[in-house]
């Protein structure tokens, strides 16, 4: 799929950060969603409703 380039300074967006995995003395968030007040693409805009962030195994 090809996207429409984004403007060369980007867009303001919230992250939002979720499902924090605790590991021994350390935690670690495993989801995000970006937010932004401009309008993306819809499938720009799904790709970042659930990211999964990497969580390294125990």
Do not use: F, K, W
Request: proline share 16%; glycine share 2%; net charge neutral.
């Amino acid at each position: 799929m090809v996207h429409p380039p984004l403007p060369a300074n980007g867009y303001p967006a919230t992250v939002e950060l979720s499902r924090l995995q605790h590991q021994e003395n350390v935690s670690y968030y495993s989801r995000a969603v970006v937010r932004s007040s401009h309008h993306l693409p819809p499938d720009r805009a799904a790709e970042l409703r659930d990211v999964r962030l990497p969580v390294p195994e125990p």
